[in-house]
């Protein structure tokens, strides 16, 4: 962000505690150009204070976007984010993207990703939104999670996915800091990577 905007960034990072968060908290800690809400760990288990906190968020983007819960969070969202991306590839994906700004326009660079541009102000800032490639897709029934790890001989099997998968995610961050670089502009890098930190997927995206 740059001094174009009118205010500082509001970011919620929903999920910090776990492997959603990717200990994003830490590294936005000293970072003087955005504003971080932040519960405490009581609050963060109350629905009231999360959705008290999703609604500050200047920009809200959801992934596996589904369910009757996404439906009812649509309800919510929608009486305090007036602008919402409809694009029929990105509904697919199960991807979501709602601003409190206007969205010009998105599209599909690569993969599971979509671009956004979203005029705030007089200033056109790019949100790009990630679903990266999950472990889970890798198998024949996409059922396979981390609660089968009881079973031991499915471990090789995780395993054997995992650096498939990784593969996979490591070509489409590349693919997504490639888009970054091409287009120098104000950018905001979200959603799942479906990874942790200090991995190649994390490590490229940050170079």
């Given at each position: 962000?740059d001094?174009?905007?009118?205010k500082?960034?509001?970011?919620f990072?929903?999920?910090?505690?776990?492997?959603t968060?990717?200990?994003?908290?830490?590294r936005?800690a000293?970072?003087?150009?955005?504003?971080?809400?932040?519960?405490?760990?009581e609050?963060?288990?109350?629905?009231?204070?999360?959705?008290?906190?999703?609604?500050?968020?200047?920009i809200v983007?959801?992934?596996?976007y589904?369910?009757?819960i996404?439906?009812?969070?649509?309800?919510?969202?929608?009486?305090?984010y007036?602008f919402?991306?409809?694009?029929w590839?990105?509904?697919?994906?199960g991807?979501?993207?709602?601003?409190r700004?206007?969205?010009?326009?998105?599209y599909?660079?690569v993969g599971?990703?979509?671009?956004?541009y979203?005029?705030v102000n007089?200033?056109?800032?790019?949100v790009?939104?990630?679903?990266?490639?999950?472990?889970?897709?890798?198998?024949?029934?996409?059922?396979?999670?981390?609660?089968k790890r009881s079973?031991?001989?499915?471990l090789?099997?995780?395993f054997?996915?995992?650096?498939k998968?990784?593969?996979?995610?490591?070509?489409?961050a590349a693919a997504?800091?490639g888009?970054i670089q091409?287009?120098?502009?104000?950018?905001?890098?979200?959603?799942d990577?479906?990874?942790f930190?200090?991995?190649p997927?994390?490590?490229?995206?940050?170079?």
């Amino acid at each position: 962000m740059d001094s174009k905007f009118s205010k500082k960034p509001l970011v919620f990072i929903d999920g910090s505690a776990g492997t959603t968060g990717l200990r994003i908290n830490e590294r936005l800690a000293d970072r003087q150009d955005i504003t971080q809400i932040r519960l405490t760990e009581e609050l963060r288990k109350d629905p009231a204070a999360r959705r008290e906190a999703l609604n500050s968020a200047d920009i809200v983007f959801l992934c596996e976007y589904y369910d009757q819960i996404s439906g009812e969070l649509d309800a919510i969202l929608r009486k305090t984010y007036p602008f919402v991306d409809k694009t029929w590839a990105n509904v697919m994906a199960g991807n979501k993207l709602y601003s409190r700004y206007p969205i010009l326009r998105s599209y599909q660079p690569v993969g599971n990703v979509f671009t956004y541009y979203v005029q705030v102000n007089d200033t056109i800032l790019r949100v790009v939104g990630c679903h990266l490639t999950s472990t889970n897709n890798q198998s024949p029934d996409h059922r396979y999670t981390f609660e089968k790890r009881s079973d031991l001989q499915t471990l090789p099997t995780y395993f054997k996915n995992y650096i498939k998968a990784q593969k996979i995610r490591t070509r489409e961050a590349a693919a997504v800091a490639g888009h970054i670089q091409s287009e120098p502009m104000p950018t905001i890098v979200l959603g799942d990577m479906n990874d942790f930190s200090g991995s190649p997927v994390l490590d490229t995206l940050q170079s």
